[in-house]
């Protein structure tokens, strides 16, 4: 039996980055999987993809900022595969042109993102909810990030945003545990998806990997295998959670980079 055979899944933002990785794994471990994207034609050619590779997808739109096609692709989900059992609520936008300091961030960004990032993830749980329910239980699985934990110098929007993302989590946790139905998060730290590596600086890349307490950075699949374990039963007494998929960049303590360099460069100077 493979780690989530016969379950149906719904993921957002699919059509690329984290969202294709985790419809990828989940179709290879046994899900039959809705790939909804802003981007069609992208996500039409993911569930080719799966299909030709033996698994069981179909790509369809969505547009979270929408959430009349929210409520499409939850009917379309269950229509065409008889239930859902899994939500992966992973569209989520960031823009650092306009999403600044509170003092200058442009509020009509600031609503966009909020629409999009947390009321999506609002939207898409409660007409999914009376489907699970119905299934006799569901994993919803929401994509956070490290940026709703912590303050930031710009993307005030996408931090509020996000830690709106983590406690709505435990809110539906809370409200829908007794109907068998789980609710978790993932928090992704920096992750080279094909956008990150587009649109960073190298010597961006290089910041975050100096405070990684790992030597590299994360990929889509690091986030994928771990939504994989929430969607499955294995994972089957964890509810409200946010897993940190960061690679301990924030876990120690933030001077310990700048120490090590002190260290190293004493200890060449012949001081230690
Ligand atoms: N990559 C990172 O470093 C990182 C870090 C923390 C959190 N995240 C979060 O992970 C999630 C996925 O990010 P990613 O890096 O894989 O992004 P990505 O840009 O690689 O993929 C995002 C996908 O969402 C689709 N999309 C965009 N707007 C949409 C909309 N309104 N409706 C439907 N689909 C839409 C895009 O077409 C694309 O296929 C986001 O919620 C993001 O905030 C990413």
Known sequence: MRRVENKVAL?????????LSTARLMAKEGAKVVIADFNLEGAQQAAEEIRTQGGEA???????????????????????????????????????????????IDLDEWDRLLNVNLKSVLMGSRLAIP????????????TASMAGFYGDAIRAAYGASKAGVINLTRYIATQYGKNKIRCNAVAPGLILTPAAKRNMDPEVLDIFEKYNALPYHGEADDI?????????????????????????????????????????????????
Do not use: C, W
């Open 131 to 142: 489907h699970m329910i119905e299934a006799g239980g569901g994993s919803i699985i929401n």
């Open 58 to 104: 179909v790509g369809i739109f969505i547009d979270a900022a929408d959430s009349k096609t929210i409520e499409e692709a939850v009917e379309f989900t269950v229509h065409h595969y008889g239930k859902i059992n899994v939500l992966f609520n992973n569209v989520g936008l960031t823009n650092l042109q306009k999403d600044l300091d509170v003092v200058n």
């Open 224 to 272: 994928g295998y771990t939504v994989l374990f929430l969607a499955s039963d294995e994972s089957k007494f964890i509810t409200g959670q946010t897993i940190q998929v960061e690679g301990g960049h924030y876990m120690g303590n933030p001077s310990s980079p700048d120490f090590r360099e002190y260290m190293n460069k004493a200890k060449t100077e012949g001081q230690v």
């Open 11 to 19: 993921l957002t933002g699919s059509a690329s980055g984290i969202g």
